[in-house]
């Protein structure tokens, strides 16, 4: 059933290409538009609508976190984004113009259910975004996205993440589609970038071996650290959590420009810090910035280990280890910086001996709140 890999977690990791072009098919027409009707919210509502809110917990609220930064950039929406145990507790302000969307990939994680519900007794429209036919929350949702990943084994959840962000892309794109903003030029080029984006994400699997050999170089550490920016800080907090649960490592990830307020104490000599690079095109502000994060932490004689773009030079002087992704988008690059980081976690725990696919204390879908 492993197919020849040795764990579930190597197999869902090696699936992702097929996982993402799965989740992008039949979605696109031969137009280059894209086209969600199946998800049976009209586009008139879709017009109607005044503020999107996403709830989800662990892996699925990192995909939150990024989706936010896409759908406020496409459509010009006001997005919340709030873990699904924490939403209903506070009284939250939603109404029938309120879009509502519940990320995950079980479709049975009840701290997701009972928040879904909670937005829909206040007339909400809510929107699932799910990877399991049939499962509770697309059945109470009044709308459902499908990611096509297949059924994912190992509790780290990996190939389901990277539907999910595909997922996203596409909520809001099309919904920056059918509001028509001022971005249309640039949601055409991004749907035209997300056909080859599964040929990217094979790309990065294709250059994991420096990867592994760093993994099982830092066996015996203690601590990791992840920084990002933008996307990069839903990415840097997902490489934290897998680490976590894998390795069993304390790990954190911070936004980089955090750093001065307080985590740069935590940088001794030979720490490992894992830091994901945006584009140095676009918007190139974001890419300055960290790389001078990445010249003060070394300063301080942290071990640097950079995820950055093919091409980008001004990182070199200042990475200890260097790993290269392909270029994409500045909002698309998640999809394939998130791969090293899954690699890295899976690597460290192989090399200290836990189980990968079912770690300690951890349930593949948490089904009580
Ligand atoms: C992390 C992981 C968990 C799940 C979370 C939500 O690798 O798998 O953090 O992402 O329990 O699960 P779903 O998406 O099934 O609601």
Known sequence: ????????????????????????????????????????????????????????CGTAFHA???????????????????????????????????????????????????????????GSKVLAICNTNGSTIPRESDAVLYTHAGPEVAVASTKAFLTQLVACYLVALYLGQVRGTKWGDEIRAVIRDLSSIAGAVEQ?????????????????????LFLGRHVGYPVA??????????????????????????????????LPVVVVVPSPRGRSVLHDKIVSNIQEIRARGARTIVIAEEGDEAVVPYADHLIRIPVTPTLLQPLVATVPLQVFACELATARGNEVDQPRNLAKSVTVE
């Open 64 to 122: 939150a976190m990024i989706a936010k930064y896409a759908i406020e950039h496409w459509t010009r929406l006001p997005c919340e984004v709030e873990l699904a145990s924490e939403f209903r507790y506070r009284d939250p302000i939603l109404d029938a113009q309120t879009l509502v969307i519940a990320i995950s990939q079980s479709g049975e994680t009840m701290d997701t259910l009972m928040a879904l519900r909670h937005a829909r007794e206040q």
């Open 237 to 270: 907090l997902e490489g934290a959590l897998k680490l976590k649960e894998l390795a069993y490592m304390h790990a954190e990830g911070f936004a980089a420009g955090e750093l001065k307020h307080g985590p740069i104490a935590l940088i001794e000599e030979d």
């Open 1 to 56: 059933e492993k197919g020849g890999y040795d764990y579930f977690m190597l197999k869902e990791i090696a699936e992702q290409p097929k996982a993402v072009a799965d989740t992008l098919l039949g979605r696109i027409d031969g137009s280059g538009s894209l086209t969600l009707d199946e998800v049976r919210i009209s586009p008139r509502v879709l017009r109607e609508i005044d503020k999107v809110v996403i709830v989800a």
């Open 204 to 224: 990065v699997l294709g250059t994991m071996e420096p990867v592994r050999e760093l993994a099982r170089s830092l066996a015996a550490k203690d601590t990791v």
